[in-house]
């Protein structure tokens, strides 16, 4: 009886370990905001180095900032010819839910991990702010 329950001991350790150091890595919430921080500077100025960086004939990614948990893109588009209160009224809409739709898809792991996105576009030729979009893991549950 005695060698049964070594052996149940003995088999029973491994788990009993693994499951001291899960806790042991667990971070508090402070901890976690405070390491998510670090991640989204770190992030932001690596993203930094490669800039400014041309995406398409109409925008630019010419800024990447960290603001606490938030990673914020700074864009530039070329509106040319319309005019910045034109592409606002017009471009909004389809311009959101793009954005949060790939964001959504293509930044997942920032995401689960309590990390925001927000993405600031601003026309080329005024430098005037046209949109302003601020996704996080709750805007991906409402697409």
Do not use: W
Request: charged share 30%; aromatic share 8%; with cysteine.
């Amino acid at each position: 009886m005695i060698k049964k329950l070594l052996i149940i001991f003995l088999f029973s350790l491994p788990v009993l370990a693994s499951d001291i150091k899960m806790q042991n890595r667990e971070l508090s919430k402070n901890d976690m905001k405070s390491q998510n921080r670090k991640i989204v500077e770190l992030a932001a100025a690596e993203m930094s180095k490669s800039l400014p960086n041309v995406i398409d004939k109409y925008t630019k990614l010419v800024s990447v900032k960290a603001d606490k948990t938030t990673l914020v893109y700074i864009y530039e588009i070329n509106t040319t010819p319309k005019s910045d209160e034109t592409v606002k009224k017009e471009d909004h809409s389809r311009m959101k839910e793009a954005i949060t739709i790939g964001t959504c898809k293509n930044s997942k792991r920032f995401l689960e991990a309590d990390i925001s996105l927000r993405y600031i576009y601003k026309s080329a030729n005024s430098k005037a702010e046209l949109f302003q979009f601020n996704i996080n893991q709750e805007s991906c549950f409402k697409i």
